[in-house]
């Protein structure tokens, strides 16, 4: 099975993990991330405006690119996969505004690609089930945070990955892996997002109400889909501590790193080794490796 | 020739501001066949009335024009006017010139109008010349009520039916009648208890001579027309004999086997063979048959062994009545929106999340804790409670756009509760406005926040989560303009009134219309509250919309003084609009028979001297018929014509224009 | 504090404007309060959203748009989700900043952007960052 890939401009430099350690999990299950030939960035935002379509044009030029390479297309990082797949709705449904978009990237795109998360590859494609067949080296005994954040859920009438007030699809990976997942209050709140620019104050708050959550209720380790949440919270873990009085950070990483390190991919290929916070010592202490 | 009167009415000036009524009477009277004309201030006023008699008798007219308002408004006005001076009401027709003349034009020169008007009047003039006298249908009305749904409307409508002197048959799904107000605590505004003031009438009807109660019990299949309903009633096996069974309980006590009890919602359990309530009314068990080992898997038997009147039989099947009623009152209640639809706010998953009828079980001394509030998860008294109000109503993305109208009066009427039963308790209410219309509903309100120290907050929650063993509220408070978090001991959510499950179905059993969430539609909302578009079917209570107690209880008299005024006669008269088919025409296609909507026509047989079948031909039954006219449009062969409403009299119509 | 009303304030072009990059209508919004409620910046917004949209009604465009909640807005749209009316106090804000950017006036100085995080933020926060704050 071979998957047309979108990476998004952040996976090919500083969450090269994400990338790398989910394309080597996809082979050792079976299927080919097959990076499209030409893209570009996604625009790393669904403009909220309505009154015109420039914000859509860069989406739509992936789009339209990608859909004379299949019918479907796979991202793993939660902002790609929001715009793109909130852009597509645009131009299924608004026959207005795709005319609009189509005469500006100079294409005829309809809207007819099946926009996939990586995670829902996972379970509708290949089956958690058989992800858990796959494991090599499960999980036992370490109590996971599935940190969902927001634009992999919301809204959810264009997302509908999963239901946007209780979603389990994470859990319900983490348990085929053999890991145990906890259930923290602020799995689908929100990082800071891009106030790491010029608002820390409000994303050491935030993150830290994530992180306190999970980690108030046992998580050992958090996971994550998104690079700009992975970033503000390894980022904001200090601060945190500082702050927080009987506060522990937990190393944060990205759900396919720990997914190929489930399948039994070699630990140096997963990239790990960007983390600030080392995760050795817990998969050590936990006999993982 | 005829001889027509035209009489144009200016309507004071709703009419007259944009029609010459003056000169429509003077054309009028041009248009051969009218012997009389003229134009009046107020046509329905009583001078007007007594004009027309007077014309009649004086000018002998055969046939009556009045040009004024919709015939809705006033066409039986004037054909009594008519029939008291002598002639047949059927010849009295009703021009509409003001909804769809005069209010729709604004010519102040009058031309428009008057042309308008001449032209309508001179079309019904064509009509009226081809109106052929008609008699009202006579049908016979047989005299006994069925009462669809044992809460409170229903118990009610029944009572006073029965007080009338009238037969009825009240018909409840669960084993015990009650509904939902058996399971309130106490009642707004008066705090007085619900199953005291309740069970009385529970018991009156149960005792009462005229009415038979059919418990456990459901409406299958409906037919007939006003006066002469035939209904199907399954009535669901109970296993037990319920005219030997005395109710002493025994078969309770012993039955070894506990499920979740549905009365208590959840919040505690209750036998395999049970009675919902300890008041249940008639005090006969049930089983549950699905929960039940030994109609499943024949083990146990245990409640027949003790039982002595032997009464327990697991054999026992549903069985199907059919009975005769000359009317219908519809009183099938509410339930509660799932609330597991909200997952911001946990229910289902926090266990000291419940909704506001899980609160009054908590509340009711007959309740799972004797009266105590004391929370679901581990039974302890919460000192903090956080009441939101508004779940699932109006909300238009995930419930309901409509108020449910009694969410604000009996959430005032918990905190009360929870402040009168936990000393130093604090009550928390997120609301969006406290809507407390109604005789001492306000004080109530005001008695909750000043007296009993409820914390009215304005503003909704966003989420609920659980903390430590608390549940934490992040809500808002509008007013001040701030985030609010509260660790709250328990939450209870005033959930969204919808209609029943299977409310639709009854509805298309029954021929009544109902709304987008399944509410049923009243005839009128404002004239005609508890009747419905299908003649002799009465609707009570809450399964038209969100009301409280006394509103039902107020409809259930309004339904019931319905049928005892259509009880009132032997027959009764209904107007004779209706299709009648021409036997010699007729090919017997069928294709009118599947067009009704009303099933009105029957295959009937027209045979020879000898009984022999010669041919089949359509019949209109006159009782059924609602003269809509579908058969006519729908009939190849020409064969049916609507009363009042003929092709030659709509034809003639059309020709004058 | 004591404001006047009026018509043309209510109905004002300003007040159009925002409606129409937003795609929101104001009188949608019943106040309810379940935005802030769940609002994670909230608590640092002058205004915060659900008066925002009160303001917006009144046609008090000044106190909004002076006020920070535009630019403290995370975007996460939890407003929006949770919202009765489907009302989407993330648009607004975003309409509000249009109105800023548009103009060519930048919320964010580029030069001022600290190195450290230029080199190690992800990208996607560098280009969404400029999207929101710079013209």
Request: with cysteine; aromatic share 8%; glycine share 8%.
């Amino acid at each position: 099975m071979k998957i047309p890939y979108y990476p998004g401009c952040t996976l090919n430099t500083v969450a090269k993990g994400l990338d790398t350690s989910a394309r080597g999990a996809a082979e050792a299950l079976g299927f080919e991330m097959a990076e499209l030939s030409q893209w570009n960035c996604c625009g790393a935002t669904f403009p909220l405006s309505t009154d015109n379509v420039m914000g859509l044009a860069a989406p739509a030029k992936v789009l339209s690119g990608a859909r004379k390479e299949g019918d479907t297309l796979t991202t793993l990082c939660s902002v790609c996969y929001n715009v793109l797949k909130r852009t597509n709705k645009v131009i299924k449904d608004n026959r207005e505004k795709r005319a609009v978009l189509n005469g500006f990237i100079e294409e005829d795109y309809d809207g007819s690609l099946n926009i996939l998360h990586y995670l829902e590859v996972l379970r509708d494609k290949v089956g958690f089930a058989k992800v858990k067949e796959a494991v090599k080296r499960p999980l036992k005994g370490v109590k996971v945070g599935a940190y969902y954040g927001c634009m992999l859920l919301r809204p959810f009438e264009d997302i509908g990955i999963d239901n946007a007030e209780r979603p389990t699809i994470f859990e319900d990976l983490l348990k085929a892996l053999g890991a145990t997942p906890v259930e923290f209050p602020d799995k689908i709140e929100c990082c800071g997002a891009h106030l790491a620019m010029n608002n820390e104050a409000v994303v050491t708050k935030l993150s830290g109400n994530v992180m306190a959550s999970a980690t108030g209720v046992g998580a050992e380790l958090i996971v994550t889909t998104c690079p700009l949440c992975q970033y503000n919270l390894e980022k904001s873990a200090p601060k945190v501590s500082q702050e927080r009085p009987g506060f522990g950070a937990v190393p944060v990483v990205y759900f396919t790193q720990i997914l190929g390190l489930a399948l039994g991919q070699d630990v140096a290929s997963l990239g790990f080794d960007k983390s600030v916070i080392d995760i050795m010592p817990l998969l050590k202490n936990k006999e993982i490796i | 020739m005829p001889r027509i009167g035209v009489f144009v009415c200016q309507c004071g000036n709703n009419i007259a501001a944009t029609v010459d009524t003056k000169k429509v009477a003077e054309d009028m009277a041009k248009v051969p066949g009218v012997v009389y004309t003229c134009d009046y201030k107020f046509m329905c006023s009583s001078p007007g009335q007594e004009m027309l008699k007077q014309a009649i008798k004086e000018q002998r007219l055969d046939g009556i024009i009045v040009s004024a308002c919709s015939p809705h408004m006033h066409e039986k006005t004037f054909r009594k006017a008519s029939e008291a001076a002598g002639i047949n009401p059927y010849r009295c027709e009703v021009t509409n010139i003001r909804e769809q003349c005069s209010w729709v034009h604004h010519d102040q020169t009058k031309r428009v109008g008057t042309i308008k008007s001449n032209d309508l009047t001179r079309m019904t003039i064509e009509r009226l010349k081809k109106n052929s006298p008609l008699t009202r249908i006579k049908i016979p009305v047989k005299k006994k009520a069925l009462v669809i749904g044992g809460g409170i409307a229903g118990i009610q409508a029944a009572l006073d039916i029965a007080e009338g002197g009238r037969e009825v048959i009240l018909v409840e799904k669960e084993p015990s009648i009650g509904g939902n107000m058996a399971r309130l605590s106490e009642t707004f505004p008066t705090m007085d208890c619900s199953q005291c003031i309740l069970t009385p009438k529970m018991v009156e009807a149960e005792l009462h001579e005229n009415i038979k109660l059919y418990t456990y019990s459901e409406v299958e299949k409906v037919d007939g027309y006003i006066g002469n309903f035939t209904v199907q009633i399954r009535r669901k096996s109970k296993y037990v004999d319920e005219d030997r069974c005395t109710g002493c309980g025994e078969c309770i006590e012993k039955c070894p086997f506990k499920t979740d009890s549905q009365f208590e919602l959840g919040l505690t359990k209750r036998k395999v063979i049970y009675t919902p309530f300890p008041q249940s009314v008639p005090n006969v068990p049930v089983i549950d048959a699905p929960n039940c080992p030994k109609i499943q898997k024949d083990k146990c038997g245990a409640c027949a062994i003790v039982c002595g009147p032997k009464c327990i039989d697991f054999k026992m099947e549903d069985k199907i009545v059919t009975e005769e009623f000359g009317a219908i009152v519809v009183a099938t209640g509410y339930q509660l929106m799932p609330n597991e639809r909200f997952d911001e706010y946990g229910y289902g998953r926090i266990k000291d999340v419940i909704n506001g009828m899980q609160f009054e079980r908590l509340a009711s001394s007959s309740g799972p804790t004797g009266g105590e509030i004391r929370r679901p998860s581990d039974g302890k008294v919460p000192k903090s409670i956080v009441f939101i109000q508004c779940v699932g109503s109006r909300d238009e993305k995930k419930g309901v756009s409509y108020c449910s109208k009694v969410c604000c009066m009996y959430t005032a009427k918990h905190t009360m509760l929870y402040s009168h039963k936990v000393h130093g308790g604090q009550s928390y209410v997120f609301y969006m406005d406290i809507r407390s219309g109604g005789k001492r509903y306000e004080e109530f309100t005001r008695k909750a926040i000043e007296k009993d120290n409820a914390m009215y907050l304005r503003g909704r929650v966003s989420r609920v989560y659980e903390k430590d063993g608390k549940v934490m509220v992040q809500g808002a408070d509008t007013l001040s303009g701030t985030q609010v978090e509260i660790e709250a001991d328990m939450v209870v959510l005033a959930t969204a009134i919808v209609s029943r499950d299977g409310a639709d179905t009854l509805a298309q059993r029954l021929g009544i219309g109902y709304d987008k969430y399944k509410f049923y539609n009243e005839y009128h909302p404002k004239l005609k509250p508890v009747e419905t578009v299908t003649a002799g079917i009465y609707l009570a209570g809450t399964c038209m919309g969100p009301m409280d107690i006394p509103e039902s209880v107020a409809q259930g008299s309004a339904a019931a003084s319905k049928v005892l005024a259509l009880f009132s006669s032997d027959e009764m008269a209904r107007e004779p609009i209706t299709s009648v088919v021409n036997k010699v025409t007729c090919n017997a296609c069928w294709d009118c028979v599947t067009a009704c909507p009303y099933s009105a026509i029957e295959r009937d047989t027209i045979k020879n001297r000898q009984g022999e079948v010669v041919r089949w031909v359509a019949k209109v039954n006159d009782g059924v018929c609602q003269g809509c006219g579908v058969c006519v449009a729908a009939c190849r062969s020409k064969s049916i014509d609507l009363k009042g409403y003929t092709d030659e009299q709509v034809f003639a119509a059309i020709n004058a224009f | 504090m004591k404001i006047t009303l009026s018509r043309d304030n209510i109905e004002s072009a300003l007040i159009h404007q925002i409606e129409r990059i937003s795609g929101e209508d104001f009188k949608r919004c019943y106040q309810c309060g379940k935005c802030s409620a769940g609002c994670p910046v909230s608590y640092e917004m002058e205004v915060p959203p659900s008066q925002v949209m009160r303001l917006l009604q009144l046609g008090m465009t000044k106190e909004v748009t002076e006020a920070n909640s535009m630019w403290v807005c995370v975007g996460c749209l939890q407003c929006y989700s949770r919202c009765p009316q489907s009302v989407s106090v993330a648009a607004v804000l975003e309409g509000l900043r249009q109105l800023t950017l548009r103009k060519g006036e930048d919320h964010q100085q580029i030069k001022d952007v600290p190195i450290p995080f230029l080199k190690k933020a992800p990208q996607q926060a560098i280009v969404c960052g400029f999207r929101k704050f710079v013209s």
